[in-house]
């Protein structure tokens, strides 16, 4: 008990430290100071009064949007004596895989970069940053000569090592049994089983209304549909966070779904945060790094042959290019099990104060990226609010679909909750894929590691972010995974 209460005071202190850092805390002062001035605040009752106007104004429910938002996100609570890495990740195994695939990966980058005699980053001239700012809402038409640029890595690759994953405490000479894990992921994780995923996901029973299925057009609107939208229409009125994302679980209408993920994502797009948007795309414009080649190497071999998504080049240039130079999604290394990379100042090598991180966001992208983006294009066409949209998403979910760790919604987790179910609940094709040498997990990865982006209909697709945003995780994508083979 005493222990819960330490974890809880020590979870409200850190919340409490980051949002004094926010724009929010800023505003909430000067409404409390400009409050002092109205005549129902009085000296006696000081802080009631204050706490009523906040009520009242609609700023206390901005609060308890920001600090649930902080909430969702917020690693559990873990021993006051655990070094800082035991918050990234907790077994040391994991880390130490993660160190060693960041090595290959800045080793495979250091390479491209060397045989192509191309720095990481260098000041545009003048005259090219006049022509990019020119061609800014037009960078699809741009056809640069991109052939000699390969991606740093593709999810086949990153598969091959979580293959080879394994823990060193691990006895694997035991005698097989029935119960033996007979799937490519060799780690012993505690994953759901069927009766927990009943229990947790469940809104998703049968007996409960789903839009995708429910909303069809063999069921008569009034027995759900349309109470459903009266619902969401209600959720948005009240602006409460926490009462979107229970109420997404069971699919958002089309009309509301981008005001509902905003909202259970926290994004309002003040005026800083447009203006946040413009600095980024002005670093942009300046600087050259080796990565926006990648971007635009991956964007062209992605979303620009999808039938969907090849209308948003645009929109995925800008997003991405203004990602790469955020230095914010540098946050979300406190509960990421990577590291981002480091470079060093030309002739400093291995002196730290001259080390910088790069890209500045530490994100290095693979193979697949720009298509956590794509599907976003049809929800947001402010190019500031589907940014905000983006990172905050990244940020959350999908930055564990390529690191390694032990977290339920780690890629490892969801890659052995999905061969567990197709082991355990079907068998037969289980182990009919296995013997035709077709493993499971080698088909259903690429789906995982995208989320699905690129190989459901848009529809669909954004019908599963719903559930992803609605339970605040991403063991949704085994399990769809899972029921794609069936």
């Known amino acids: 008990m005493l222990q819960e209460e330490s974890d809880l005071s020590l979870v409200i202190a850190q919340i409490v430290q980051k949002l004094k850092g926010s724009n929010l805390y800023a505003q909430l002062e000067r409404q409390a100071w400009a409050s002092l001035q109205r005549p129902e ?18 700023w206390e429910k901005k609060l308890q949007n920001a600090v649930y938002s902080e909430l969702s996100v917020f690693p559990l609570p873990s021993h006051p004596a655990a070094p800082p890495e035991h918050l990234k990740e907790p077994l040391v195994y994991m880390r130490k895989a993660q160190g060693s695939w960041e090595k290959r990966i800045l080793k495979s980058l250091n390479s491209m970069c060397t045989e192509l005699s191309i720095p990481l980053a260098r000041k545009r001239p003048v005259g090219e940053q006049k022509e990019l700012l020119n061609k800014w809402n037009e960078m699809g038409t741009d056809e640069p000569d991109l052939s000699l640029f390969r991606p740093v890595y593709a999810p086949k690759d990153f598969l091959e090592v979580l293959i080879n994953l394994r823990n060193p405490n691990y006895e694997n000479g035991d005698s097989l049994s029935f119960r033996t894990h007979l799937g490519l992921i060799q780690v012993p994780l505690k994953v759901k089983d069927i009766p927990e995923l009943k229990e947790f996901f469940v809104e998703l029973g049968l007996t409960t209304g789903q839009l995708g299925i429910d909303d069809s057009t063999q069921v008569p609107p009034e027995l759900f549909e349309n109470e459903h939208v009266r619902i969401g229409q209600k959720v948005l009125a009240e602006q409460d966070s926490a009462a979107a994302q229970q109420y997404i679980r069971q699919g958002s209408p089309t009309a509301l779904r981008a005001e509902l993920w905003a909202l259970i994502l926290n994004i309002s797009s003040q005026p800083e945060d447009i203006l946040y948007y413009e600095q980024l795309k002005t670093n942009v414009i300046q600087h050259d790094l080796l990565v926006d080649s990648l971007i635009y190497k991956d964007v062209k071999l992605t979303a620009s042959n999808d039938d969907y998504y090849f209308v948003f080049e645009d929109y995925l240039y800008q997003v991405l290019l203004c990602f790469s130079r955020d230095t914010s999604v540098l946050g979300h290394f406190a509960y990421n099990s990577a590291s981002p990379p480091k470079s060093y100042i030309r002739g400093k090598l291995g002196l730290e104060e001259y080390a910088v991180f790069y890209p500045p966001n530490g ?17 947001y066409h402010e190019p500031s609010k589907l940014y905000q949209i983006f990172r905050e998403m990244y940020v959350r979910f999908f930055f564990r679909l390529h690191s390694i760790s032990s977290h339920p919604s780690g890629i490892v987790s969801l890659c052995l909750l999905f061969e567990t179910l197709l082991q355990t609940y079907l068998p037969q094709l289980f182990y009919h894929l296995r013997e035709i040498g077709a493993q499971p997990l080698r088909i259903s990865f690429k789906w995982m590691v995208r989320a699905f982006s690129g190989y459901l209909a848009t529809d669909q697709l954004l019908l599963l972010w719903d559930r992803i945003l609605g339970y605040n995780s991403l063991e949704i994508l ?3 995974a899972y029921c794609q083979l069936l």
């Open 41 to 58: 605040i009085k000296l006696e009752s000081l802080k009631e009064d204050i706490k009523e106007f906040f009520k009242i104004s609609g």
């Open 363 to 379: 994100v290095i992208p693979f193979h697949g990226f720009s298509m956590y983006v794509a599907p976003l294009c049809f929800l």
């Open 478 to 480: 085994a399990a769809r």
